[in-house]
């Protein structure tokens, strides 16, 4: 609403020749005049028009039927409209009584028949500007408080969406602290054990074959360690301006062959986009990470589609699969250490990728369905 908008001044009078006579002083493109015959006539029209724009009430005291102090009673009882000022217009006795009993019915103003046009005027526009006012500092008040929800929402949005990444990160270094800490522990003994496991072998004192699986059992320790390691927060990197398109070109047969060995097919859309600071040998893992797990939830024939393009200045990294999918009740605790559905999984792959790319300032976007799940990994451009 502007301050151009006419307000809607509601006349009442049971005599049709009073009410020409008001609609003739109070004619003004400011004003709509909604001019009413009796008591009943306002109520009705109060019960179902919008009161908001209602200015004020002009009513006639002596009207047969309900007379203007009852109607202005049943206007005052309504919460809707117990804030529309009323102007009691009465060529009755001025005595004080009558006064009294139009305030205690809220009353607000008197005019008294004959009435002198110009003082009409004055009092209906002094009414008017005090409804503009309250109009307008409701307005005001109205989009103010809009504008808060509004914020409100969308802080509250960000707050449980940042909270989620922190405690995702909470828990990455958690473990990664761990990880340093106990690993060390581990492989030393490891180390003894390999020690004594070759001399057996040297001296034949132990079946090949057994040494074997037991060194082979010990590799695989190791080798989650490793991967377990490079959860560390603080784990050094080597930081390299480079394209995305040539680490993935130097993986790409490697992940082709692993394609094709299990029936699948391997595309790969190299985009043309910007150099990026990265350490290579992370973006290597965390692409094949990624690469199994894709491969692994696909059946014979699923392809798996590479990608990398520009999004604003992002470089983003887009891993695509035709695969089950995953659960949303999985959804929460991806990339949680350990966590995995697979009979011999470790439950390392995500966790690692996920750390890779706190480390390099990535986002990673997931989306999944049952025909699919496509990660996108967003690395912010320079
Ligand atoms: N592309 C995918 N499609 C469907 N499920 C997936 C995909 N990627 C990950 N998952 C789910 O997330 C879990 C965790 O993956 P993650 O790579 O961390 O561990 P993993 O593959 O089970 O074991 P590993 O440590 O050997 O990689 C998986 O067990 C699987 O349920
Ligand atoms: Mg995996």
Same mark, same amino acid.
């Given at each position: +609403?502007?301050?151009?908008?006419?307000?809607?001044?509601?006349?009442?009078?049971?005599?049709?020749?009073?009410?020409?006579?008001?609609?003739?002083?109070?004619?003004?493109?400011?004003? %709509?005049?909604?001019?009413?015959?009796?008591?009943?006539?306002?109520?009705?029209?109060?019960? %179902?028009?919008?009161?908001?724009?209602?200015?004020?009430?002009?009513?006639?005291?002596?009207?047969?039927?309900?007379?203007?102090?009852?109607?202005?009673?049943?206007?005052?009882?309504?919460?809707?409209?117990?804030?529309?000022?009323?102007?009691?217009?009465?060529?009755?006795?001025?005595?004080?009584?009558?006064?009294?009993?139009?305030?205690?019915?809220?009353?607000?103003?008197?005019?008294?028949?004959?009435?002198?046009?110009?003082?009409?005027?004055?009092?209906?526009?002094?009414?008017? =500007? +005090?409804?503009?006012?309250? %109009?307008?500092?409701?307005?005001?008040?109205?989009?103010?408080?809009?504008?808060?929800?509004?914020?409100?929402?969308?802080?509250?949005?960000?707050?449980?969406?940042?909270?989620?990444?922190?405690?995702?990160?909470?828990?990455?270094?958690?473990?990664?602290?761990?990880?340093?800490?106990?690993?060390?522990? @581990?492989?030393?003994?490891?180390?003894?054990?390999?020690?004594?496991? =070759?001399?057996?072998?040297?001296?034949?004192? +132990?079946?090949?074959?057994?040494?074997?699986?037991?060194?082979?059992?010990?590799?695989?320790?190791?080798?989650?360690?490793?991967?377990?390691?490079?959860?560390?927060?603080?784990?050094?990197?080597?930081?390299?301006?480079?394209?995305?398109?040539? @680490?993935?070109?130097?993986?790409?047969?490697?992940? =082709?062959?692993?394609? +094709?060995?299990?029936?699948?097919?391997?595309?790969?859309?190299?985009?043309?986009?910007?150099?990026?600071?990265?350490?290579?040998?992370?973006? %290597?893992?965390?692409?094949?990470?990624?690469?199994?797990?894709?491969?692994?939830?696909? =059946?014979?024939?699923?392809?798996?589609?590479?990608?990398?393009?520009?999004?604003?200045?992002?470089?983003?990294?887009?891993?695509?699969?035709?695969?089950?999918?995953?659960?949303?009740?999985?959804?929460?605790?991806?990339?949680?250490?350990?966590?995995?559905?697979?009979?011999?999984?470790?439950?390392?792959?995500?966790?690692?990728?996920?750390?890779?790319?706190?480390?390099?300032?990535?986002?990673?976007?997931?989306?999944?369905?049952?025909?699919?799940?496509?990660?996108?990994?967003?690395?912010?451009?320079?």
């Amino acid at each position: +609403m502007t301050m151009n908008t006419p307000v809607d001044i509601v006349l009442v009078d049971d005599h049709a020749e009073n009410l020409l006579a008001l609609e003739a002083v109070l004619s003004s493109p400011d004003y %709509r005049l909604i001019s009413l015959k009796s008591g009943e006539d306002v109520l009705r029209y109060l019960m %179902r028009e919008d009161m908001q724009n209602v200015a004020v009430i002009l009513l006639d005291v002596q009207m047969p039927g309900m007379n203007g102090f009852e109607t202005a009673k049943l206007i005052k009882k309504r919460e809707r409209t117990k804030d529309i000022p009323i102007i009691f217009i009465t060529a009755i006795n001025k005595s004080v009584d009558h006064v009294l009993q139009g305030y205690e019915a809220g009353s607000i103003d008197y005019l008294f028949k004959p009435f002198h046009p110009d003082l009409l005027k004055l009092k209906v526009e002094a009414f008017v =500007q +005090m409804h503009r006012f309250h %109009r307008d500092q409701y307005d005001y008040l109205e989009s103010l408080v809009r504008e808060r929800t509004q914020e409100l929402i969308i802080a509250s949005e960000e707050r449980v969406a940042w909270e989620k990444e922190m405690a995702k990160l909470d828990r990455l270094n958690l473990v990664g602290e761990m990880a340093a800490g106990i690993a060390h522990e @581990i492989r030393n003994p490891m180390t003894t054990i390999r020690g004594f496991l =070759q001399m057996a072998k040297k001296n034949k004192t +132990m079946a090949d074959e057994y040494i074997d699986i037991m060194l082979e059992e010990l590799n695989r320790a190791n080798g989650i360690i490793t991967e377990f390691l490079s959860l560390a927060k603080n784990k050094a990197t080597n930081f390299q301006t480079m394209s995305l398109n040539d @680490i993935i070109a130097s993986m790409e047969p490697l992940i =082709q062959a692993e394609a +094709m060995l299990s029936g699948m097919h391997l595309h790969v859309n190299y985009g043309s986009i910007a150099e990026l600071a990265v350490d290579d040998k992370e973006i %290597r893992q965390l692409l094949l990470n990624m690469a199994i797990n894709g491969l692994e939830a696909m =059946q014979p024939g699923g392809a798996f589609t590479i990608s990398t393009y520009m999004e604003g200045a992002a470089v983003v990294l887009k891993l695509e699969d035709q695969g089950s999918g995953i659960k949303a009740e999985y959804l929460e605790k991806l990339g949680t250490p350990f966590f995995t559905t697979k009979e011999k999984g470790t439950g390392l792959g995500l966790a690692v990728c996920y750390s890779i790319a706190a480390r390099h300032q990535a986002d990673i976007e997931l989306q999944s369905s049952d025909q699919g799940t496509v990660f996108a990994i967003k690395f912010k451009g320079a």
